[in-house]
């Protein structure tokens, strides 16, 4: 099933996974947008968003979308100096989100999609003066960045995880920027309250909503911090991997030396 959304006052768009294209991916909560349209047919839906786009007063995409899937793998050119991909600036951070871990090979070294060299792509993208639908990096200078500087151009494991996106986002969002890991710790006190609020009403879904807006806040506080949320879990778990004890009043109660 395709999916036509709109970001107002942004953009209107099409996916097939409408939570991960758009709320994993570009940051923007389910009040944020709204759905205008949903078929099965690829070729309608593609003609559509061109509509809607021109009726709603929005930048035109130059190639529809059913073309788009058609080409959608991420094949890139490196030459001597440069790396080029096959999509236009306004296209590039989607389609470098839907190519994560892909890797090519150049005169510095092999070069990979990462959550981590993403954000550095896109700042030093350069739109080709010969085909206005392509965007290029100069590979000496993701070189020296991530691979002469031996800083990592792949992510701890060889998958992208939810934390890299929320990472992402909040990068994006200029959370790591301008803000502080002491507003975060009381927006976790407040989404706290809204977990407390949902398992006095057993409202399911209020406590999955809250529970992972927790750990958002959590990943963003520990990033603040200096540390990956991933790290400060692992830490956690070795501590309390082999402790003993029993259960009491519906509570694990550590045993005392």
Known sequence: MYTIYH???KKIGVTRNINRRVTEQQGYAPDEYEVLLTSDDINYISDMEIELQKSYGYKVDRQKYNN???SNKMNINATEQTSTFPCP?????GRLMDSINATWKTDFGSFTITPKTIPWIIKNARVSMFNPERTYVYNKAFAKEFVENKTDNTTESSEVGIYDLIRIWADEKGIYNEGDYKTQYIKLMEEAGELAQALLKNDETEVIDAI???????TNLAALRGHKIE????SAYDVIKSRQGRMVNGTFVKTTL
């Open 68 to 70: 788009l899937i058609k």
């Open 212 to 218: 992972g807006d927790m750990v958002v806040v959590l």
């Open 231 to 234: 790290s400060c879990v692992k």
């Open 89 to 93: 600036m306004n296209k590039l951070k």
């Open 7 to 9: 970001i107002p006052g």
